[in-house]
Structures are given as structure tokens and as C-alpha cells.
């Protein structure tokens, strides 16, 4: 069969029956999901309110970086369309308890996302920029961690995002209207955050579990997913241009949330939502196209890769 499949041209590949298997889209997941990642961060805030000591920190910290994460990946599949079968309702959640809270915007991701897809790995892809330092050297690897880890890279990302939205060469109040469309929902999200820790006694946790993880370890978790899914690859073919990482699901947890390394999966059936990905894959597996595929069963396998030898 041909690897280079036509976008949309899933019937080389998959049945009506099985496509329509993964187009299938479970509302309640998604609820049960959003309701699931909130009470994770809001038990973290607690845990560490009452057990304030460096052990419950490292803890409460590791699970507000891994759900803030978790907030991009599935804004990813509200991106797609993917998080509930009524569109204005999977936008509106998508923007309201997913992207707007670590300031990212559904929308706009949108558009230039669709453009990743259309011309993967080539000079048009959007994305191509974070897999263009690869292969690197070891040490250059760990000076990027490095720089994750201490908030460097973080407060870069932030504070690059309030100049762009400031906006140039406009007037005072022209800068001030740009500035507050662009940000309204990251102003109102984060107030809402601040509100319930403070009038719960616990205002300071905005800042030392909210934003402390956003800039180190969410950070860190984005960067270790970027380098997964498209460095190092063989490229190609439509099996090749991504990778799919099998992860044991305590690395999943932090790493790999809703089923993202799955990523070959996702790129060949954009239409499937996170909890059908497994499914995906197990159905190319019993069609032996698993051995065509960019697949990798460890993060030191992904490493081997992505390190000039």
C-alpha cells in the first residue's frame, strides 16, 4: 500500500465501520475528564495549604505542571472539534477551562495547527521550528532542560506573549483595547483562580503553585512532547513524518496525558478523539502496519535519536 496517503483518504486503510468506530465522540468523557483535571489542581492546592513542607511541594507541584499540560493537550482536541459533538460547546469549554487558564487561545491555534497538519515536516509547517535544533549534543539537550526547569524558558514564553499582545505603533488606549482582547480570557480565568484561594485563606498559592509550575514544569512537559513527536524521525511517508512513544502510564501521567503519543494515530485520522487513539493503534497493529511505523518504546530510545552520535 501507499504510505503517502491523500488527506482524507482513510478507505486504503480503514473500514466504514472502523472509521465511524473512531469518529465516535463521548461527551461525557470529556466532561468527566475537565472535572477530572480541575479537582486534580484543586487537591494539589489543598494538600500543600495543609501539609506545607517541601515533600507535599515537589508533589502538589509535579501534578499542577502535569494537569496545566493535560489543559493544552485536550485544547488540542478542542482544536480538532474533537472534545464535544456541539461545536459551540467544544469551543467554549476549549477556550474557558483548557486554554484561556495557561494563555494559549483555542482559535488562533486553530487555524495555524491545520497548517501543521496539511504540510507536515516541510518548509510550510508552522511547527517546523521546534524540531529544527535536532539532532543536537547532549549537552545542549540538557542546557534546554536546564532553562525549562529554572523558569528561564517559561518567563520568555510569557512575557513575549504580553509584548505581542501589547501590540506596536498604536496609541495609549489603542495599545490598552488590543492589549485586554488579546488576554481577556487569561485575565478572567486567573481571576477566578486567585478568587477561590484567596477568600479560602490561601491567596499566595497563585503564585507559588500556579505560576511556578506554569513557568518550569509545564514547560519542560511541552518541550519533552515537541521533542517526541517530530524530532529525530525518519520522515518520508505519512508513517514516518511523527512518531508514536509507548510510555508506562506513570511517565504518561506527566508526559504523555490523554493518549498524545499516540501521535502517528492522530495525525492519520485527525477526526479521532483521545480515548479512541489506542484504538487506532491496535487497529493498524492487526493490519501489520505497525513495522512501517515511527515508533518508539521508550523516551531513551526517542534520546538515541535526537543525540548526535
Known sequence: PSYNLPMGNYDSILSPDEIAQLREKKD?????????MWSQIFLAFFL????????????SALIVGAKQFEMTVLMHDGAHGLMYKNRKLNDFISQWFCSYPVMTDTLPYRKIHSQ?????E???????????????TNKSLMRKALRDLSGIA??????????SAWGSNLSLVGHFRRFFKKLYGFFTTNAVIFSVLFFTGNPWLYLLLWWVPMITLFSFFYRIRSI???SGVEGGNDFKNTRTTLVPWYLGYFLAPLNVNFHIEHHLFTFCPWYNLPKAHKLLEQKGYISEME?????KEVKKKILIQ
Open 48 to 59: 500543600f495549604a495543609v501539609f506545607p513542607n517541601p515533600f507535599v511541594f515537589i508533589v
Open 154 to 163: 517559561g518567563m520568555r514564553r510569557y512575557l513575549g506573549a504580553f509584548k
Open 228 to 230: 517526541t513527536e517530530h
Open 122 to 136: 516541510t518548509d510550510q509547517d508552522p511547527d517546523l521550528g521546534l524540531t529544527k535544533a535536532f539532532p543536537t
Open 295 to 299: 515508533i518508539a518504546r521508550s523516551y
Open 28 to 36: 461525557w468523557v470529556t466532561t468527566w475528564t475537565v472535572v477530572s
Open 116 to 120: 501543521h497538519h496539511k504540510f507536515t
